[in-house]
Each structure stands twice: as structure tokens, then as C-alpha cells.
């Protein structure tokens, strides 16, 4: 059981130092492929309908069709595919 000093000590910095409270700042969304070209892919958000041009490398270009279905995930702004 903690001492009654080690509560107190605990308490005293809890209250000076900023509290950070994280929130989820990324979504996992799927999204139709409408076209593919050599460094990007174009997605249709499929909850938003929303046309979103999402950059490629060279392993991910085999694994996209057009009219599939891929999952992405939405990052503070950013979008990358989630393919696995």
C-alpha cells in the first residue's frame, strides 16, 4: 500500500504537469478503385462517395484492380492503402 508522502507527491505533480488526453485521429475506410496509374490510385470513398488520389509504391500496383474494393486508412489528413 502506497505511504501517505508517495500520494501526496503524486497528486502535486499530477496537477502541475499538462494532462494529454489522446483521441483516435485515424479512420479505416474501404473505398472502390476507379483508376490505377503508375504512381497513384484513384479511390472512391464507399461511405463518403468521395474521389480520393492516393499515392502507390511498386509492390502494391499488382495487388489493385479496377471496380475492387481495398481497404484504406485516413491519417491526420494523409491516406494510405491497408492492403495486406
Known sequence: ??????TAKRDRWST???QRHTSR????????????SE???Q????????TLDVPINA???PKLEQGK???????????KLDIR
Open 69 to 79: 474494393e481495398v481497404p484504406f486508412l485516413n491519417v491526420m489528413g494523409r491516406t
Open 59 to 61: 509492390e502494391d500496383k
Open 1 to 6: 500500500m502506497p505511504s501517505a508522502s508517495s
Open 43 to 50: 479511390l472512391m470513398d464507399m461511405g463518403t462517395y468521395e
Open 39 to 41: 504512381k497513384s490510385v
Open 16 to 18: 502541475l504537469l499538462p
Open 25 to 36: 485521429q485515424w479512420k479505416r475506410r474501404t473505398g472502390q478503385v476507379l483508376s490505377v
